[in-house]
């Protein structure tokens, strides 16, 4: 099976492949999020964040991290999954004929 | 690891592996068309609207061949060891890391949610880091066992990087991003036993792997 894994939310692409600034990883990520809660009552309901510690993990960016976490945190009906969950979610739900 | 690899060979042997590649350069072979509005919307269980998959990142770069060049060479001339590269992957894995750790305790990062994408290489070299923090809420997705963009032979590198796992004493079922693919990536990886990757995002919802020929 496939997971969603974009590259819009990827640090490495948004950071060192585009070369932007170091706040850029937070307006992405709290846009596309704030984004995803709006549609995903009728479409995608999961939103991954993949970020890497030779990026965002740097003294000078981690708090841009803690605020894209801070703004997720507002939002209620917000699950945190690993790959493993998602999977066992989606395989079991499958399972049961469930739409 | 051998064991994986004749099951792998037997499975596909070289001349069905070459017919199969021919006819799957199609897309459509792999990947039936859907559209997203055509199907039901998935719902989450107690009333939750979305889930957020966390991802850390784990790679450890080599001196001939770092993933990322940020700092590029001068003149253009790339210079093996790639030492100013290899470094500031390297202070990654020593000082970033350490942030995401400390950052994790008593916050939304702290759940049982984050999946680690560590390449074989870091088990094998920096096994401290490979470790997961809390013991199981960091699940592991493997990427490639070198971190790099070259393929070298799907069924060798996907053996490689699960006969590594043993160094690390733990499960895993998912593959990273940025296998490279060839055309029989998905058919190794079935046969290998990964239930998921991140790779082929062409849909918001999870689309069953990448399917064989004649298979749905």
Redesign the interface.
Known sequence: ???????ENND?TMM?VQHTRRSTGRRNASTH?TD??RK????????????????????FR?KY??AV?AH??Q?S???????????N??VT?DKRG?? | MMRQLAKVSRRFPPSQRTLESRAQTIPRDRALYSA?VDR??????D?????????????CGHFAAVA?Q?LPAPGGQVMIPDVPNWA??E???R??????TS?TVG???A?????T?ACASTIHASPKRAETPDGNS??T?RTRPDSQGRTTGDDRAVARTRSKRLLANGRW??L??GLTETYDTPDYLTAAGI????????????????RRMGHS
């Not at chain 2, 039901?40 to 269980?45: A, S």
């Not at chain 2, 009333?47 to 790679?59: D, K, P």
Request: hydrophobic share 40%; charged share 15%; proline share 11%.
């Open positions: 099976m496939t997971l969603p894994y974009t590259v490495i060192i999020s995803c809660m995903a009552p009728g479409g995608q309901n999961s939103w991954p964040s993949p970020s890497t510690p030779i990026i965002s993990g740097q003294p981690i991290l803690e976490y997720i945190a939002f009906g917000v699950l945190h999954w690993n790959g493993e969950q998602i999977l979610w989606y739900r469930e739409q | 997203i039901p919307p998935l719902v989450l269980p009333g939750h609207c979305i889930v957020v998959w966390t991802i850390v990142n784990l790679e990322r940020v500031w992957h202070y990654g894995m000082v970033g890391f350490c942030g995401f950052y916050s939304a990062f759940r049982p949610c984050r999946s994408r960091w699940a997705v079922d998912g990273g991003p239930k998921y990757i991140g790779d082929w995002v062409y849909d918001d919802e999870r689309p069953r792997s990448p």
